[in-house]
């Protein structure tokens, strides 16, 4: 009578019904005889669990690599970086001024720039000396905020320098001390040009967080950095006759004006995707003929190659799930194998096939599920902690993990794309799915009568 119940029961029940899932959870608890398949299964979910979690800590540590970057150099230099064409840039004032009333463009910086020898107390290295005005400077909330020590008061009238902490250590200065400069575009003689040296106290030094801003960029005042780099032009003033050459210098300054230029003019946009368009809305509106280099012409090569390891890493790493699938595979395998008997007598008792191919595929994903979750709470807690982990493994192994000289960043960073989780988890799971679907198929393949001849 009880027989004939279980059968009538099994006939009637729909599909993925309550005595298919308490079977596949019976499948699923370990018992002494069966130990060797529940280790495989137990197996079976670290694996998932750690392709899931691997995946998702990579994934969320190369797109903090990624924003970081992005943040740190669009932080100093703009989204497009505006030249002048034909005439020299001696109207930098007001093309900043016509470029920042365009919408989209936050704010516009006109600068100087040029390469220079550094010589401190211990070493010289090779610089990008950069002049820039303490109006340009409220406007790089990066550099502004990121002064270390001193300060930016009086920035226009100090005569002084900013560099980085890194340029300082490897210099041997510090607030107060000088730092030399060469140029060797000098003044012009009969026997050639001669080398600029010139002296200025280091005012502030600065930390970005980013190692090629921090050891090699030196900045100075706007008016300091044109005189240096001899960046102006000396035109007679209207109505004034030119000096004799016994004229003093007071009567030379008197006579001319001192045209100052610039080397060009960072912009700022509000978004720095939208390159494309704010290209053709700036070359439209602002008469200046100006040459436009945008952000991601300028890092091109940079960040293609970050994009192109991205992509590489998340197929490799994606071979961890596929591994994890064949061990469900195999586990499920073997416990259809063990299983034989019981298939058969359920089918004699009025299982249908598709039942029995139901209590396996619900086995077998209940494995990839249970991998799954403890993934990707896993891989979320290391990824929300990656710097604080970075740090304290490399205290303990007393090895730089994440070295600054090598990646650029002082810092691990690590975003979590909900996104790119989400992607992850499905993949994960898909992939279970995917993999219990033959032995499932197996084991309703089987004969009873074959089955059990042997029983």
Known sequence: MTEATAGSATETAGPFSRFEWLLAGRYLRSRRRDTFISVISALTVIGVALGVATLIVVMSVMNGFRDELLTKILGLNGHFTAYPIDAKFTDYDQTAMKLEKVNGVLFAIPYVEGQALATGQQDSTGVSVRGISAASIDKLKLLKNGAALGGWDQWDNSNGVAIGQRLAEKLGVTIGDQVTIVNPNGMNTPLGKTVQIRSYPVNVIFNLGMVEFDSFYIYMPMKAAQSYFKLYQDVLKPGVAPPGPDATDEQINA???????????????????????????????????????????????????????????FVILSMILVVAAFNIISSLIMLVKDKGSDIAILRTMGATRGAIMRVFAITGTAIGFGGTLIGLVLGLVIASNAETLRSWVSEITNVPIFPPEVFFLSSLPSKIDVTEVTFVALLALGLSFLATLYPAWRAAQYDPVEALRYE
């Open 255 to 313: 006579a001319y004006d001192r045209q100052y230029q610039a080397t060009a003019v960072e912009v700022f946009i509000d978004n720095p995707d939208n390159v494309a368009d704010m290209r053709d809305r700036i070359q439209k509106e602002v008469d200046r003929p100006l040459l436009l280099y945008d952000w991601q012409q300028r890092n091109e090569t940079f960040f293609s190659a970050l994009q192109v390891e991205r992509v590489v890493m």
